[in-house]
């Protein structure tokens, strides 16, 4: 258990539709990282924030926004949903600001489209 | 953009032998790496991580050599074990900012 928190654990959701996956972090960790993985591909990076801040921006839609609360739980939210978003949606957490050390990572959200 | 590749999807290696799992990268810039495990239905783990001043790090079974000439690493394992058996995500991130991953490789460690 890597003390990161992913919710929901699937999500099933059509075309068009908004969704919104939270992540909480592993106490005392002040950065969160959203990936996204499709099939048979390895992690996107999307977003990071850092305390309460956007940090770095990855290959993330403008469709997708996310942001991080002053309890540091994050949410990443999909909005105008196509069939190709479906994917796993990982998010992971470090203490500090920047990724020297590991990341712990959640267990994912299974978004399907249909 | 695929700044990290890793170019073999799987591999398969008998329990007890090594497992050489490689990784290139085309980005001058990346001066950390690391390596991660994922087990079906679970996040990626750390594994281990190497700097780019450094050209080897062991940490027990698992050793990861950077040849920053070539823009290459491999994570060799050494002897590999049933439970060994996983994807393997290489990693690599430039100053600590974002971090880059490749597509995986899946090992599977036969009995």
């Known amino acids: 258990d890597s003390g990161v928190t992913q919710t929901p654990k699937h999500l099933i959701t059509a075309t068009g539709q908004r969704v919104t996956l939270r992540c909480s972090p592993r106490?005392?960790?002040?950065?969160v990282y959203w990936y996204q993985q499709s099939l048979d591909q390895g992690l996107q990076f999307l977003i990071q924030y850092y305390n309460g801040e956007e940090r770095a921006k990855g290959n993330i839609l403008e469709r997708f926004s996310a942001q991080q609360f002053p309890d540091l739980h994050s949410e990443l939210n999909l909005s105008s949903l196509e069939l190709g978003d479906s994917a796993l949606y990982f998010c992971a957490s470090t203490r500090g600001d920047f990724v020297y050390n590991e990341q712990f990572f959640g267990p994912g959200t299974r978004l399907t489209v249909l | 953009d695929q700044q990290v590749k890793q170019n073999s999807p799987s591999l398969s290696v008998q329990e007890g032998r090594i497992s050489i799992l490689n990784c290139d990268y085309t980005?001058?810039?990346?001066?950390?790496f690391l390596w991660y495990k994922k087990y079906p239905a679970e996040g990626p783990t750390f594994l281990i991580s190497i700097s780019s001043i450094k050209d080897k790090n062991e940490d027990g079974r698992f050793t990861v050599f950077l040849n920053k000439s070539a823009k290459h690493l491999s994570l060799h394992i050494v002897p590999s074990q049933p439970g060994d058996s996983a994807v393997y995500f290489c990693a690599a991130s430039a100053r600590g900012n974002d971090m880059r991953f490749g597509a995986g490789t899946r090992l599977t460690v036969k009995p």
């Open positions: 980005n001058s810039m990346f001066d950390y």
């Open positions: 106490s005392g960790d002040l950065s």
